[in-house]
Nanobody, 125 residues
Framework: QVQLVESGGGLVQAGGSLRLSCTAS????????MGWFRQAVGKEREFVAA????????HYADPVKGRFTISRDSAKNTVYLQMNVLKPEDTAVYYC??????????????????WGQGTQVAVSS
């Protein structure tokens, strides 16, 4: 089992920045990929970004490329999502997730094995 705890959400004006954190505990050695998803009201959960725990390869969804940066601190079992130039359409609950079955980054939520409780991000116009 892997437990995930997110933090760092909040309310920010458009153009502002936030940094989300996700700390893993438990069987963290099995966490080959750590990712971020988001779910806005009335919409399906969508992929945002992910990083391979060993090597640091990353993948981003097109809407956040150039604005969001995912990084990891392996010693702390923590992954970060730096979000810059935030837009109202970035408003959502952001979830941290872990994939344990390989080293290729999946973008489907159903592929991920463990999830955090989510943290709210609200961007005002």
């Amino acid at each position: 089992q892997v437990q995930l705890v997110e933090s760092g959400g909040g309310l920010v004006q458009a153009g502002g920045s936030l940094r989300l954190s996700c700390t893993a505990s438990g069987r963290t050695f099995s966490s080959t990929v750590m990712g971020w998803f988001r779910q806005a009201v009335g919409k399906e959960r969508e992929f945002v970004a992910a990083i391979v725990r060993s090597g640091g390869s990353t993948h981003y969804a097109d809407p956040v490329k150039g604005r969001f940066t995912i990084s990891r601190d392996s010693a702390k079992n923590t992954v970060y999502l730096q979000m810059n130039v935030l837009k109202p359409e970035d408003t959502a609950v952001y979830y941290c997730a872990v994939y344990t079955k390989g080293w290729i980054i999946p973008t489907e939520a159903s592929s991920y094995d463990y999830w955090g409780q989510g943290t709210q991000v609200a961007v005002s116009s």
